[in-house]
């Protein structure tokens, strides 16, 4: 299939004024419309898949403008622009609940049901039938027409809660003052890229990662740790945990009308895991398995700070687990996590990411120059298959933090990659867009990335070669648009990459001389580090996705943050601050509503997806191409447990994940 290069004219909705969105939105609903009612007039003797199957798909692309919108809402450095389309957004889709929940549509896919081809289709055209039947039941459409009208209610009030929740999050803006003694402990590179208040003469630490995670984990001041650490337990706001209120019952109330026993049940029947106890049970597996791990980390930890502060009583407390931490890491292992920002400028990071991924997947990265951006930022790049320079798809960069902007480090989707007709050999070039938080350059430093945030930038990357390397016919099916429990396989993968010798030299270089790599003993220090509290880290994500399900489980509403803190005390023996409101900053509890349980049954997949290139190497071409083949370019086109065998070449098992994380069977 020929991709179709895109020109400056296809980027043109970046200059958007509050007009242009507007005029975008009554284009995006009157388009759909008139698609739609086209597809109802067909008489039911005469649908075929391509009228009425692909009819409905290919509506979609009508709409794809609607992500244009939304990135502008997240990104955009026009306060205006954003309220614009914020409120855009938010009248797009509710006038979607109404055009979408049309029983007009699901009486032709009935129709065409009954067809015989219908009863022959195969491969992807069957599994876009089969999923479209399945979504338009979820949809309701079997219920009488009282609960079908509460059911598109009460979606239409979910959507608008989720853009305000995810809203409150980006605009929270909280810090703490510190002295510049009380930033003892921190790298000078790290206080020089503080701001200064200076009415007060002290620095700003503020919630923003690159400012937030160095400082807990190395402040000596533990009063300047635990008042930012509370902050941080408040970010998004009151407002967050009301919508939340309200929210978990409008989740129940939806998934008790379709049929299920609750919204985790209701989460989980389109993805890998088909069910709650499914769920439920690889959770509480984990958590028994890891629990003798988590408790001889946090013993360490304990000890360590009772010998650092003198004091053999002293327990551990809440603001006190990463600073102690990183205290025992560097005991251990002799390496300071700060001074290996100097080897990690941005821009050689990123460079070494485009020369890794290029070589593992044939492609190349060029940088695409005059075309508009929203902020000098974002840049844009076309990604080119190295065997004829035809362009696979384009990716902004946008990695450094703004007032208004979303907060959270990840790829999100533009434009899905899919023909452009039906069997055409035209193909929808795809674009996406990573969103990054990473330090801005000042005048004295480049910006230079700590370890977890180059591994942070590795696996988002691994998403955007989801997106962009898609091959598959339907924008349904393309790219991320998977199983919401596969989607994090394919880049969780990839970040075994940033643990490896030869990887860690090509993505690295000191800011002052790009050929001096991480020394020898710093490199070894820190890989030998590398599953140090391995058992409190993977009990972490445990207790954050069984959290997660229990708020979904159908039973609690109203002891939000109690279920948390309930469940931190039962896990981790640590008490936190009655008043916290964690819950109110956890964005997962939206994109992931029942299902934060993904990321750790997705490391089960990845790690066994990882033995084959550990057993053919980390840039075989050969295994980069089945990869790519298997796994990143079918989307969502074949089940995620089909594309795994296929890639693997047998059975997936939990093996490798076990052996990862230390536990003996």
């Known amino acids: 299939m020929k991709r179709i290069p895109k020109t400056k004219e296809d980027f043109a909705w970046i200059q958007w004024l509050s007009k242009d969105i507007e005029k975008e939105a009554d284009k995006i609903l009157s388009q759909k419309k008139e698609r739609y009612a086209l597809i109802k007039l067909i008489l039911a003797n ?10 409905i798909e290919s509506a979609s692309d009508v709409a794809a403008s609607i992500n244009l919108i939304d990135i502008l809402l997240n990104v955009s450095p026009d306060e205006e622009i954003r309220k614009t389309a914020e409120k855009t957004i938010k009248h797009i889709q509710e006038e979607l609940v109404d055009i979408e929940y049309d029983p007009g549509l699901y009486k032709a896919v009935k129709e065409f049901a009954e067809t015989a081809e219908a009863k022959k289709l195969t491969g992807e055209d069957k599994k876009l039938f089969d999923d479209m039947l399945r979504d338009y039941r979820r949809m309701g459409f079997d219920l009488p027409q009282e609960k079908q009208d509460t059911l ?16 409150n999050i980006n605009n929270y803006k909280d810090n703490i003052l510190v002295t510049r003694e009380e930033l003892n402990g921190l790298s000078e590179n790290y206080i020089k890229s503080l701001e200064k208040d200076e009415l007060a003469d002290k620095y700003k630490v503020s919630l ?9 984990e190395n402040a000596t001041d533990a009063s300047k740790r635990k008042e930012l650490t509370d902050k941080n337990l408040h970010k998004g706001g009151q407002a967050n945990i009301e919508i939340l209120k309200e929210v978990l019952p409008l989740r129940q109330v939806q998934a008790e009308l379709l049929g299920y026993k609750n919204y985790v049940d209701y989460a989980a029947e389109p993805r890998m895991a088909k069910s709650g106890k499914i769920i439920k049970d690889f959770l509480n597996d984990l958590i028994g398995k890891v629990g003798p791990m988590k408790d001889h980390d946090l013993a ?60 593992l997947f044939s492609i190349n990265f060029e940088e695409v120059i005059g075309y508009p951006t929203w902020h000098p930022d974002a840049r844009l790049y076309a990604v080119k298959n190295q065997n004829d320079q035809s362009v696979a798809g384009y990716i902004f960069m946008d990695l450094h933090p703004r007032e208004g902007k979303f907060s959270h480090p990840s790829m999100w989707q533009l434009i899905n990659g899919h023909r452009d007709g039906y069997r055409s050999e035209s193909y929808i070039t795809p674009l996406a867009i990573l969103i990054g938080n990473f330090p801005k350059s000042t005048p004295d430093l480049p910006s230079l990335l700590s370890h977890g945030e180059v591994e942070t930038f590795f696996h988002e990357f691994g998403h955007i070669m989801h997106g962009v390397l898609t091959s598959a016919s339907y924008a349904s099916q393309s790219g991320t648009a998977v199983a919401r429990d596969f989607v994090e396989v394919p880049s969780q993968m990839l970040e075994h990459w940033v643990w490896d010798k030869d990887m860690l030299n090509i993505l690295s270089g000191h800011y002052k001389n790009s050929g001096e790599k991480l020394p020898p003993d710093i490199l070894d220090s820190m890989l030998r580090a590398k599953d140090h509290m391995v058992g409190y880290i993977t009990m972490r994500q445990l207790v954050l996705g069984f959290y997660n399900h229990v708020l979904h489980a159908g039973s609690v509403f109203e002891s939000i943050t109690k279920i948390y803190n309930d469940l931190n005390f039962k896990y981790f023996d640590i008490k936190l601050p009655e008043d916290n409101i964690f819950a109110a900053g956890f964005g997962h509890l939206f994109g992931y509503a029942g299902a934060y349980y993904g990321y750790m049954w997705s490391e089960v997949y990845e790690c066994d997806l990882f033995t084959r290139f550990k057993a053919e190497g980390l840039l075989n071409p050969k295994t980069g191409a089945d990869y790519r083949s298997w796994i990143l370019e079918k989307g969502s086109s074949v089940e995620p447990i089909d594309l795994i065998r296929g890639f693997l070449g047998r059975e997936p098992n939990n093996k490798a994940f076990l052996e990862k994380i230390g536990v003996k069977e």
């Open 208 to 216: 923003k990662a690159p400012e937030f995670l160095p400082f807990v």
């Open 46 to 55: 005469e649908r075929t898949f391509e009228n009425t199957i692909y009819g």
């Open 152 to 167: 598109k209610s009460t979606v239409k009030k979910l959507q608008k809660l989720e853009t305000e929740f995810t809203l």
């Open 300 to 359: 360490t930890i304990k000890e360590l700070k009772q010998s650092m502060i003198g004091n053999s009583k002293a327990e551990l407390e809440y603001f006190d687990i990463w600073y102690y931490i990183r205290q025992s890491e560097k005991k251990l292992f002799n390496f300071d996590k700060e001074k290996i920002r100097d080897y990690f400028p941005l821009e050689t990071v990123k460079k070494g990411i485009f020369g890794i991924y290029g070589k």
